[in-house]
């Protein structure tokens, strides 16, 4: 049996840590102690990199220096979670990364918009370039990737896809339900378990 650290959850763009009810319901039902906060501001009106730095505060403020945490980033919350690990010293502090529906090569519907965390997310972009980088970092640990193939918030869909992750296609009617649906849970648990 692997060790059973606690699981911090990062949401996506608008959403609060509610987005997670059944999910940590889930989990915690397997025995897993879990962690969310909300993400301010939630709708990209600041750079992913300072989202990030929350994400580094409250780790150290929760968990003794040296204790390990899994990662779970939904949709923007997956990217906030890669910046932590390679900018931010994360990877000495986390084990597992899981994310969903994330926009690892960014999402046409940031155009749409002009708030810089979303403007971060356009494909190309300079935040996106600069973590592709040296991705391979996250080779380090365990990293998985669900997506869906009918995401209509991550276009193309596919931009979910990482050679770094190990990547779990399931077809998932949309977006938001990825945190929900049943399948989805079970294939976070079975990463948390690896």
């Known amino acids: 049996m692997t060790n059973r650290n606690p699981v911090v959850l ?6 609060t840590a509610r987005l997670f009810d059944q999910l940590c319901d889930y989990l915690e039902q397997q025995g897993r102690e879990t962690r969310r906060f909300n993400l301010i501001p ?15 505060s409250y780790v150290d403020a929760t968990f003794p220096n040296g204790e390990k ?12 979670a890669r910046y932590y690990l390679q900018r931010l010293a994360g990877l000495g502090r986390v084990s597992r990364l899981i994310t969903i529906s994330t926009p690892h090569r960014g999402t046409r519907i940031a155009y749409l918009h002009w708030n810089r ?4 997310m356009r ?15 996250l080779k380090r640990i365990p990293f998985t990737s669900i997506w869906t ?4 918030m991550i276009v ?10 190990r990547t779990v296609r399931i077809a998932v009617l949309a977006h938001p339900l990825m945190v929900r649906d ?8 079975q990463a948390l378990s690896e």
């Open 10 to 15: 990062l949401h996506g763009l608008g959403d």
């Open 42 to 56: 939630r709708w990209g009106g600041v750079g992913l990199e300072e989202l990030a730095r929350q994400v580094a």
């Open 69 to 80: 945490i899994d990662l779970i980033g939904f949709s923007m919350g997956g990217l906030v």
């Open 117 to 120: 965390g979303i403007r971060q």
């Open 123 to 137: 494909p190309g972009s300079d935040f996106l370039q600069d973590l592709d980088r040296d991705s391979e970092k």
């Open 149 to 152: 193939p009918w995401d209509l």
């Open 156 to 165: 193309p869909a596919a931009s979910s896809v990482i050679p770094e992750a």
């Open 182 to 189: 049943r399948r989805v849970l079970q294939i976070v648990e």
